[in-house]
């Protein structure tokens, strides 16, 4: 076996190894190792061979002894566990359930016969080896039993010092030799010590033949090769325990059981609860290490002691919620805080001794006495701010009111925390308020006018433990919401406040939606108070969902954990909303007369015929889909039938394989099946040789997209129409100009804007005729006179579709101009109104000519024929140098007339217009005929104009 150590000390030490090795075994090889040098972080090994004399479950020992730089004594103990049999051996990965002791034959003695013995004596000594100490003790108070042939005689107890006495017993008979042997049964009124199958630790010691008058002595040892040898250190050091609050309170708890070895790598007490209340408790003392430190018996009895001082009842029992490892600077929970500080306390004030409590094995400093644990950290270097979560922290408060300027520590002699020997107030509180944490101790204390508080305030202060509860911050996510989605980044929001006004931290983490909180991964720590929202950047983060959790911790170490409601969706490749067309009705804008649409939906990325899908189908431009699959839509397509006429909204979204659902896709589609209403109410107007068809407009859902107009004449039967039109939907009349002595019939059909037609035509209208009006007797009067001259001049120069009253435009040319002036002046009967008319004219003439005209032109030359002569009159609209060119037929130049240069103006009266005799260039008169005169304004041909000579 080899044993090889490593020194973390900084300094050279000289060390003592020890092998122990159990009964049942030999060694082959020396076991201890004397004055040892061990330089500082340096390493070392030793070996030891040894035999197997018996087959069994034994522990393999090796223990280093040094003193520190301290003067302290170390003692360390090291352990493998072995398993042997007659053909192999093992070493076990854990501790047996119980060990092998290997029975010692005492050397045969020769048998005598004894004379009757009246009374018989018999006492002796119970002790164990310690290993730390490397000298036997005296195992207190076991149960002592005598048996005569394995028959039981009389019990008792030894004492402190582990002596027992059986005085005046019975004569034994004397036919028989005695066979008296002592079992040492580690159990009393105050613990018991069982092996893992709950069987009491019994040791027997050899069988005693010799019996005499005098007495027998029969000591029981434990010694340094029995593996049992430390249920002496365990079950002395558990009575130390009980006796301590027994000497200090006057007070003692039941029974307790205690099991050794326990499988386990750490010690642990533990309760068993029905319905609240405890029904059993057992402490179970790790084999190995634990079982020769003291300090472990005294913390796990510390727990049993807080169990029953709170009248074992489980429920008002501290406990917390931290599940992992602790150590002295861990910073926690309030409850796990008290409940560990506590048992932490306990370990010191069993021996009235600081040193029992270090942040280090074997070191002095730092120690409950004397310590920064409230930091979270040994070296007092740690970021947490409130002590009340920190176990070592609450035992350091416990300590500062229980030590005495005799308590061992650092400054003995001095007690320097203003409060002494005030453990008694302590455990009142504890019996009778049964607190939860270590601020209910302070609260407590004040509210029972206990002495000394303001001491107290300052014991409190100096560990940085606040004297009244904490509120933990409240908080709460905004985001993520229902759907939320996330793909590079994703902003979460929450509202967050200190009741107390307190700084607090916020640390957020996440944690797949599949699995719980116990696998939360960090996203960042440390937020301020001030900070509201935090941009968490997700581009590396796997698809999936994941809950946020947040821990939120204030300055006075209350920590409020809150996990989000709504899961967030990371997806890198996020399913876009549905996109909707439709092959039966694809502008959304346009009525259609089918009433059984067909939908086809395509999702982006990645289109997939099992995508799942919601819909609702309404009238309404906005809505949004449950969030239940529809089994309507198969294969990414969606009909329907016989849907009633309207304006329909189909609203869409889609699932993706992640679970969540896209934001809603929106698409209109219009139906009208019922044809348009036959058109009523037909009816003529006329206006002068206008006629008018109007009806009244049809109502209709879709709207009237077209008339179809149809005139027929005369025959009725609608063959020959001189009308067959479709116009515009948005008018109920069509003008034509009508001929007169025709009669005229018409009809109209019309149709919707989805192209469906009224079942019939409008009824056919009674004929109507144009009124037999002279064209130049403007006002209907039936006399043409100077008033039917006026109502033209009003209109001179306007063109018809100007909005001009269409009787002025007597010749039907589009312009109302001089032609229709004479023509109406032609028609005048009396010499007098002729007068007056030549005179009206020529002032409409010379008004006209005042502006400028839009465009140089010709007009018609007058009189056209003419014979001889004739005037050509033009408008000239800028400064212009004017000429006027006649050709014949053939392209000869037949005259030439130079005007000059002419300011803008309309020239077209006898003493403004252009002035030809007939004659050509030589003087001539010219030939009847056909001639064009052209008009050349600064050179370039303008206008055109025929000119007719008759003789």
């Not at 613990?191 to 000591?219: A, C, T």
């Not at 204390?445 to 305030?457: D, H, I």
């Not at 906005?622 to 016989?642: A, H, V, W």
Request: charge should be negative.
């Amino acid at each position: 076996m080899t044993f090889s150590i490593h020194s973390e000390l900084d300094q050279n030490i000289v060390c003592q190894v020890l092998f122990r090795l159990p009964h049942g075994t030999s060694p082959q090889s020396p076991e201890n190792f004397d004055y040892i040098y061990l330089p500082s972080r340096s390493d070392a090994e030793f070996h030891i061979n040894f035999l197997i004399d018996e087959p069994g479950r034994y522990p393999l020992q090796a223990s280093i002894y040094f003193t520190n730089p301290h003067r302290r004594p170390i003692a360390e103990h090291f352990y493998l566990y072995l398993h042997s049999s007659a053909t192999y051996a093992e070493i076990l990965t854990s501790p047996p359930e119980q060990f092998s002791v290997a029975k010692t034959t005492p050397k045969p003695k020769k048998r005598r016969q004894v004379e009757p013995i009246d009374q018989v004596n018999v006492h002796g000594k119970i002790s164990y080896f310690n290993d730390n100490e490397k000298k036997e003790k005296p195992i207190q108070n076991p149960n002592i039993i005598l048996y005569s042939n394995q028959i039981f005689v009389a019990e008792t107890y030894a004492d402190d010092q582990g002596s027992y006495f059986f005085n005046d017993l019975p004569g034994l008979d004397k036919e028989q030799i005695p066979n008296l042997t002592i079992g040492v049964r580690l159990s009393n009124d105050l613990l018991s010590i069982s092996d893992r199958r709950k069987k009491i630790y019994e040791i027997k010691s050899n069988i005693i033949q010799n019996v005499g008058k005098e007495g027998v002595v029969i000591d029981v040892i434990l010694d340094e090769r029995n593996p049992n040898r430390a249920l002496g250190n365990i079950y002395n050091a558990i009575q130390k325990a009980h006796n301590f609050f027994f000497n200090r309170l006057g007070w003692s708890r039941n029974h307790i059981k205690i099991v050794w070895p326990d499988s386990g790598r750490f010690s642990y007490y533990y309760a068993n609860q029905f319905g609240g209340k405890v029904t059993g408790e057992e402490i179970r003392i790790a084999a190995g290490v634990d079982q020769w430190r003291n300090i472990t018996m005294y913390h796990e009895y510390g727990h049993a002691v807080m169990m029953a001082a709170y009248d074992y009842q489980y429920e008002q029992v501290p406990r917390g919620n931290h599940q992992t490892l602790h150590r002295l600077e861990t910073v926690s929970d309030l409850e796990f805080a008290l409940s560990e500080g506590w048992a932490e306390f306990c370990e010191a004030a069993v021996d009235n001794r600081a040193l029992n409590v270090t942040g280090r094995w074997g070191e002095k400093t730092p120690n409950i006495e004397a310590n920064n644990w409230w930091t979270g950290s040994n070296n007092g270097k740690g970021q947490n701010k409130d002590g009340s979560v920190v176990e070592g922290t609450i035992a350091s408060i416990l300590w500062d009111v229980f030590d005495t300027s005799n308590s061992i520590d650092m400054t003995p002699g001095v007690d320097d925390d203003n409060i002494a020997d005030n453990f008694d107030l302590v455990w009142q509180i504890l019996v009778d308020r049964k607190p939860k944490n270590i601020i209910d101790i302070a609260v407590a204390w004040q509210k029972l006018g206990f002495p000394n508080f303001s001491n107290l305030k300052e014991i409190y202060q100096a560990h940085h433990t606040p004297l009244r509860p904490n509120t933990s911050p409240e908080f709460k996510f905004l985001t993520p919401t229902e759907d939320a989605l996330a793909n590079k980044n994703f902003t979460v929001n929450w509202q967050a406040h200190d009741p107390e006004g307190d700084d607090f931290t916020v640390d957020l983490y996440y944690y797949n939606n599949s699995l719980d909180e116990r696998f939360s991964k960090l996203i960042t720590k440390n937020i301020p108070h001030s900070t509201k929202s935090y941009i968490w950047q997700t581009i590396f983060i796997k698809d999936g969902k994941y809950n946020l959790r947040s821990v939120i911790t204030d300055s006075h170490g209350g920590v409020n954990i809150v996990n989000s409601i709504e899961y967030l969706v990371v997806d890198h490749t996020p399913l876009q909303p549905p996109k909707i067309s439709s092959t039966t009705h694809p502008k959304p804008s346009k009525w259609y007369s089918k009433d059984s649409p067909k939908i086809d939906l395509i999702t982006e990325p990645k289109n997939q015929n099992d995508r799942k899908y919601s819909f609702v189908l309404d009238h309404h431009p906005q809505n949004t889909p449950d969030k239940f699959p529809d089994l309507m839509i198969k294969n990414n397509q969606l009909k329907f039938s016989g849907l009633n006429d309207g304006i329909w909204w189909l609203h869409v979204r889609a699932k993706d394989q992640l679970g969540y659902w896209t934001d809603t896709s929106h698409f209109e589609f219009r139906i009208d099946n019922s044809p348009p209403k036959t058109v009523s109410n037909i009816r003529w107007k006329t206006s002068d040789n206008q006629i008018t068809l109007t009806w009244d407009p049809v109502k209709d859902l879709s709207g009237i997209a077209t008339y179809h107009v149809q005139i027929d004449t005369d025959t009725r039967i609608f063959l020959d129409l001189i009308v067959d039109k479709k116009i515009d939907g948005n008018k109920t009349n069509y003008s034509f100009i009508g001929e007169h002595k025709r009669n005229y019939y018409g009809r109209v059909k019309a149709t919707n804007k989805a192209q469906l037609e009224s079942r019939s035509w409008s009824r056919i209208t009674p004929a109507i005729q144009l009124p037999n009006v002279l064209k130049w007797d403007i006002n209907h009067d039936n006399i043409v006179d100077i008033a039917d001259l006026v109502l033209v001049a009003k209109d001179f120069g306007k063109k018809i579709e100007q909005g001009t009253n269409r009787r002025s435009d007597v010749n039907t040319d589009g312009t109302v101009d001089l032609f229709d002036l004479i023509l109406i002046a032609s028609k005048f009967s009396s010499p007098k109104t002729v007068a007056l008319a030549s005179q009206l004219i020529s002032q409409i003439l010379t008004k006209a000519e005042e502006s400028h005209p839009e465009k140089s032109r010709f007009l018609p030359n007058f009189p056209n024929p003419f014979n001889p002569d004739t005037w050509i009159p033009f408008d000239v609209a800028d400064w212009a140098d004017i000429s006027i060119f006649i050709y014949s037929l053939d392209g000869h130049v037949v005259h030439q007339i130079e005007l000059g240069t002419k300011p803008p103006g309309y020239y077209r009266t006898r003493n403004r217009a252009a002035y030809w005799a007939g004659r050509n260039l030589n003087g001539d008169i010219v030939a009847s005929g056909m001639y064009f005169a052209i008009l050349k304004v600064n050179g370039i041909n303008t206008d055109r104009q025929k000119i007719v000579i008759k003789k």
